[in-house]
């Protein structure tokens, strides 16, 4: 059975298996992995698992360009199957490209229901938070997030260019 938890320096080794499956280069939606962030050792996967924690807090001084978010881990087991991040407010960029909702599931995770189910409960993590809808995107020929999004009520805004590519925006009213 999946669970959302809060990421942890305890899955170091499985965090990395995950990342080893997506691929080198590739983009882990989801886990606010930046290029700057050494995960590899066990002081970098701290030190990046510490930062994911003081991003969650809307009081503390944020870097530039980033605004409070929450990073919560679909973890079975012992297994990292995806990550799922909550951006609690939107900057220009968030609101021409990334949204509220960033999500990615490991390929070998996939079609299991695992990303629909986690958006639903980070829907209720946004309400908590007090936002009445939430922006949702997706890129345009990923149809399987395109229906994620949909089945939790996602309402098609507009397809546009933008600096990562051509997306689809959805709004979720909470």
Same mark, same amino acid.
């Given at each position: 059975? $999946?669970?959302?938890?809060? $990421?942890?320096?305890?899955?170091?080794?499985?965090?990395? *298996?995950?990342?080893?499956?997506?691929?080198?280069?590739?983009?882990?939606?989801?886990?606010?992995?930046?290029?700057?962030?050494?995960?590899?050792? $066990?002081?970098?996967?701290?030190?990046?698992?510490?930062?994911?924690?003081?991003?969650? *807090?809307?009081?503390?001084?944020?870097?530039?360009?980033?605004?409070? #978010?929450?990073?919560?881990?679909?973890?079975?087991? *012992?297994?990292?199957?995806?990550?799922?991040?909550?951006?609690?407010?939107?900057?220009?960029?968030?609101?021409?490209?990334?949204?509220?909702?960033?999500?990615?599931?490991?390929?070998?995770?996939?079609?299991?229901?695992?990303?629909?189910?986690?958006?639903?409960?980070?829907?209720?993590?946004?309400?908590?938070?007090?936002?009445?809808?939430?922006?949702?995107? #997706?890129?345009?020929?990923?149809?399987?997030?395109?229906?994620?999004?949909?089945?939790?009520?996602?309402?098609?805004?507009?397809?546009?260019?933008? *600096?990562?590519?051509?997306?689809?925006?959805?709004?979720?009213?909470?």
């Amino acid at each position: 059975m $999946p669970e959302l938890i809060a $990421p942890t320096v305890r899955l170091h080794a499985a965090w990395l *298996e995950a990342q080893d499956e997506w691929g080198p280069g590739a983009h882990e939606d989801g886990f606010g992995l930046l290029p700057s962030d050494e995960v590899d050792s $066990p002081s970098g996967f701290a030190t990046w698992v510490a930062r994911l924690a003081a991003e969650s *807090e809307p009081a503390k001084a944020h870097d530039a360009g980033r605004v409070p #978010c929450t990073y919560r881990w679909i973890v079975e087991g *012992e297994r990292v199957l995806g990550g799922i991040a909550l951006r609690h407010e939107l900057n220009d960029f968030l609101l021409r490209v990334g949204g509220h909702v960033g999500y990615g599931i490991r390929p070998s995770a996939r079609r299991r229901g695992l990303a629909t189910w986690a958006l639903g409960r980070m829907l209720g993590e946004a309400r908590a938070l007090g936002l009445d809808r939430v922006l949702v995107t #997706c890129e345009v020929e990923n149809i399987a997030s395109a229906k994620t999004i949909e089945h939790h009520g996602g309402v098609l805004e507009d397809v546009r260019d933008t *600096e990562l590519g051509t997306a689809r925006r959805y709004w979720i009213t909470l």
